[in-house]
């Protein structure tokens, strides 16, 4: 390959002409959920020219062979798109099997070495705990509502706050305890559960543990938060005089809880020491 020929492939140019280009259906379509994640870091940032979208030439038009998403998320926020233009077709199936999707993990060790001390503290509390990243993130985050998408959005863009390491320590425990023989039940549903459960005044977290120990036959996988509270009300009343209305108590609390902002509930955990 000539020099000329490399110099003309590496040059990037600059538009707000939306018009030159097109799609090719070689490609995956535009995701919608992608676009909103790319918004907010193109609102921020910008489109980066570091990273240019690849065009190839054909009937007149600029077909965009990687780089579809930004170039969508540009074009409707008015931003001027940098791109580059190729003149070998890529096979489009290949290069996208090769991008590497960043990992819960990926994103907490990124932010922490950028000085952000709650995905420092997040990661500590992964390391003392051994809950997965992706629950830790909701038990330190507080995150009772159930709405796992938007919560994990807010840690990928990083927003992520810990609300209470008190509490999540609490919840880890109790997790922990009744999850010791069935790691099974060890899902983002159940720890909404355990979150819910643990907002229940007077709750005795070692008469759970127990009764989780007794009725292992009881312990069995639910597909929602509700599911895993009447298991576990039935197993802290198994046996037990004074019957306690456990799954109620828990949503009341939860719902209570879901009233306060972050921030309220940051300052509520800190008063109750």
């Not at 509270?229 to 046996?239: A, D, S």
């Amino acid at each position: 390959m000539t020099q000329a020929r490399q110099k003309k492939q590496e040059k990037l140019y600059c538009t707000k002409d939306y018009d030159l280009f097109t799609y090719t259906p070689e490609n995956r379509p535009v995701d919608a959920r992608k676009r909103r994640d790319l918004r907010e870091s193109m609102r921020k940032y910008g489109f980066d020219p570091m990273y240019p979208i690849n065009c190839i030439k054909h009937n007149g038009k600029l077909v965009i062979q990687d780089g579809q998403h930004r170039f969508a998320v540009a074009q409707s926020m008015s931003l001027p798109v940098w791109y580059g233009i190729s003149e070998t077709r890529i096979n489009i199936a290949e290069r996208n099997a090769t991008q590497h999707v960043w990992r819960v993990p990926e994103y907490a060790a990124s932010f922490a070495a950028q000085g952000n001390k709650h995905y420092t503290e997040l990661l500590d509390f992964r390391e003392t705990t051994g809950i997965p990243l992706s629950i830790a993130v909701m038990m330190l985050g507080d995150s009772l509502t159930g709405r796992g998408t938007s919560h994990m959005g807010m840690f990928r863009e990083g927003r992520f706050k810990v609300v209470s390491r008190s509490e999540a320590d609490r919840a880890a425990s109790l997790f922990l305890g009744v999850t010791a023989t069935a790691k099974h039940l060890r899902t983002r549903f159940f720890a909404h559960a355990i979150m819910a459960v643990c907002l229940v005044r007077g709750l005795d977290d070692q008469r759970l543990i127990s009764g989780a120990k007794r009725c292992s036959d009881a312990l069995v996988k639910y597909g929602d938060r509700a599911g895993f509270l009447g298991m576990l009300e039935y197993i802290y009343n198994n046996h037990r005089t004074g019957r306690v209305p456990l799954k109620f108590l828990a949503e009341e609390a939860a719902k209570k809880r879901n009233g306060f902002t972050a921030e309220q509930r940051a300052k509520r955990a800190a008063a109750s020491g």
